[in-house]
């Protein structure tokens, strides 16, 4: 099978059968199999929205960052041009957990140089969550 062969998969390729019933099987569903009738339905095992993870870019993990959890407030980076309302959505979405507040700061990249070429970092905004006191969001658990 050639490159372009990968590419261009026919249906048949994609189709498997279980049981006698037909199952579609994509590499972006991965998850459970449901059973409906003749058919098996190929589920999302994942939780929440999964574009929230385009809005929500990583948990920052910093000295201050850690601080700020004995107060319960937790910080992210997030795209410069999201705006508080998206943000609180999403946390929301992934985490199961309604923000209080939402805070930014927005990060100027750095002039950085390496021997004569000389460069910018890029530029970040953190998003500071507020939540309430009952809340919490599980942010450490392989660190």
């Known amino acids: 099978m050639g490159i372009l062969g990968k590419i261009f ?13 037909i199952v579609t099987k994509t590499t972006a569903d991965k998850g459970k199999i449901e059973k409906q009738g003749e058919e098996k339905v190929v589920t999302s095992s994942k939780k929440g929205d999964p574009s929230a993870y385009r809005f929500l ?6 000295e201050k960052a850690t ?13 410069v041009n999201v705006n508080k309302t998206e ?6 979405s992934v985490y199961g957990v309604k923000p209080t507040k939402v805070n930014f700061v927005q990060v100027i990249g750095k002039k950085v140089r390496t021997g004569r070429r000389i460069g910018k970092r890029k530029d ?8 309430n006191k009952e809340d ?3 942010l450490y658990e392989g660190v």
Do not use: H, W
């Not at 998969?9 to 019933?21: I, T, Y």
């Not at 601080?67 to 795209?79: R, S």
């Open 87 to 92: 943000v609180a959505k999403r946390i929301k």
């Open 124 to 131: 970040f905004k953190k998003a500071i969550i507020t939540l």
């Open 67 to 79: 601080d700020l959890v004995a107060q319960n407030k937790y910080c992210f980076i997030v795209p």
């Open 9 to 21: 998969k026919s249906d048949d390729e994609n189709a498997m059968s279980v049981d006698g019933s």
């Open 136 to 138: 919490k969001i599980e």
């Open 57 to 62: 870019v990583q948990p920052l993990i910093t």
